[in-house]
Nanobody, 115 residues
Framework: QVQLVESGGGLVQTGGSLRLSCAAS????????MHWYVQPPGHQREWVAGIGRAGTTNYASSVRGRFTISRDDAKNILYLQMDSLRPEDTAVYSC?????????WGRGAQVTVSL
């Protein structure tokens, strides 16, 4: 059974940093690409960052230059380093991967950025 479990969320002040982790129960190299999504309060879920097997990364304009996505295939963990956090980054952060035509989502981790 494929499971994705996020950790590392919490409360941080504006300008602070957090690193989210997404631990997979399988070899993450089986996912062609893995992504982070956010769902701010009262809004729909939206994509923020993705990474391919070769390490190619893409970012939403709202986080580019502040967030860094990475993957450790030896540990089967996906990361999201978040720097210069802003109150508008407050959201539930979820990792996602597509494997063999099936979508896999983590349950999410809450990140709250205070003024």
């Amino acid at each position: 059974q494929v499971q994705l479990v996020e950790s590392g969320g919490g409360l941080v002040q504006t300008g602070g940093s957090l690193r989210l982790s997404c631990a997979a129960s399988v070899d993450i190299s089986k996912f062609e690409r893995m992504h982070w999504y956010v769902q701010p309060p009262g809004h729909q879920r939206e994509w923020v960052a993705g990474i391919g097997r070769a390490g190619t990364t893409n970012y939403a304009s709202s986080v580019r230059g502040r967030f860094t996505i990475s993957r450790d295939d030896a540990k089967n963990i996906l990361y999201l380093q978040m720097d210069s956090l802003r109150p508008e980054d407050t959201a539930v952060y979820s990792c996602y991967g597509l494997m063999d035509g099936t979508n896999y989502w983590g349950r999410g981790a809450q990140v709250t950025v205070s003024l």
